[in-house]
DNA sequence: AACCGACTCAACCGCCTGCCT
DNA sequence: TAGGCAGGCGGTTGAGTCGGT
């Protein structure tokens, strides 16, 4: 059995707002708030309106102080490097950005900032097979700087990290813990054999992060065994990645985690006999193994999985 | 001028969460 | 403690607009 609706949907008018009802309820809101109840608030105005319909025109249409396009490269910026810290989460990206509501940033990533970023990460990742294909090796620097390049733009201060100008301090509402999960890399030491690709992992942080983006108490054994096996050495083993090099579609970015992506784009420049990238991984902790989704607190894909 | 595909963005849908009883 | 309900949120839709042919 379905859901109740909130209200009676043969009984309100749909589509876009005349004036007329975007002026009832500007001004009422304005003169006597929402009366935390928006439900019953198309009633108490006499609009013909679902609750939540009134709710999303006001928040994101007529409430006070609001921006409407025009986005400049500060906010394409912090938009970006929000959303591949912390994904799709866009009432947080929004509360970072004053005047801008979660809607307006959600419709600007993908119809427009999505692609931009698409085509510049792509251009780097084809600058790095150049290099190693016309010149049969490759330089952690260069790489660093391609990536760095990518989301800089051309008018930021080439020595200035991601971390320094995302996580800027000023930001004083910056949820904490994006904060920590940026600060404190899940993914530490690095290690790179054919086919393979070792790292020690914060158990703390993966476990963190994996329960903010998913809710899920599949890693609630990861976050207790963090607290048990403190000292161990353990690690995951991201296995079976490669790349498909006609098609980037299985590249992952790693903000955060700058210097291990550079790294990962130079193996795979350096490695035209892998296949595929699979982030999944085995861990071996108190003698078990353990199989982990570690694309799940790694990152989050650039490229549409079609 | 007409057509058509691509793009934009306001609005809707339905799920999830947290509060209240 | 459980159930109901409203608010909040992210994904999706579709009407309107734009630009190319």
């Known amino acids: 059995m379905g859901r109740a609706p ?87 990206i929004a509360s970072q950005l004053p005047g801008r509501t979660d809607n307006d940033i959600k419709n600007y ?25 016309e010149r049969g090796t490759t330089s952690s620097s260069s790489s660093s700087q391609n990536q ?63 329960h903010h983006h998913h809710s899920s108490p599949s890693l609630n054994s990861m976050s207790s065994s963090s607290s048990s096996s403190t000292g161990i050495n353990s690690s995951l083993q991201m296995s079976n990645y490669s790349v498909n090099q006609s098609d980037q579609r299985d590249m992952f970015f790693m903000t955060g985690f700058e210097n291990l992506q550079a790294e990962l784009f130079n193996e795979i420049a350096n490695n035209i006999n892998t296949q595929a990238i699979g982030l999944h991984g085995t861990e071996m902790l108190n003698n078990n193994y353990l199989d982990h989704d570690i694309s799940s607190f790694v990152d989050y894909p650039l490229y549409d999985i079609e």
């Open 6 to 92: 909130c209200c009676d949907k043969t009984a309100v008018k749909k589509g876009p707002w005349s004036p007329e009802e975007d002026a009832v309820l500007k001004s009422y809101i304005e003169k006597h708030g929402t009366g935390n109840n928006w439900i019953s608030l198309p009633q108490r105005i006499g609009i013909k309106r679902c609750g939540k319909s009134c709710r999303l025109r006001w928040l994101n249409y007529l409430r006070p102080n609001l921006k409407h396009g025009g986005f400049t490269d500060e906010e394409d910026y912090i938009i970006c490097s929000l959303y591949i810290t912390i994904g799709s989460r866009w009432s947080i």
């Open 109 to 133: 990533w993908n119809t427009r900032l999505k692609k931009k970023l698409l085509s510049k990460q792509g251009k780097a990742f084809h600058q790095q097979l150049d290099v190693k294909f």
């Open 148 to 210: 760095s390049q990518m989301f800089h733009g051309e008018n930021t201060k080439p020595n200035q990290t991601l971390y320094d100008q995302v996580v800027d301090p000023s930001i004083t509402s910056f949820a904490m813990e994006e904060q920590n999960m940026i600060k404190n890399p899940i993914l530490e030491s690095f290690s790179w054999e054919p086919n393979k690709v070792l790292f020690d992992i914060d158990h703390d942080a993966a476990a963190s992060s994996y």
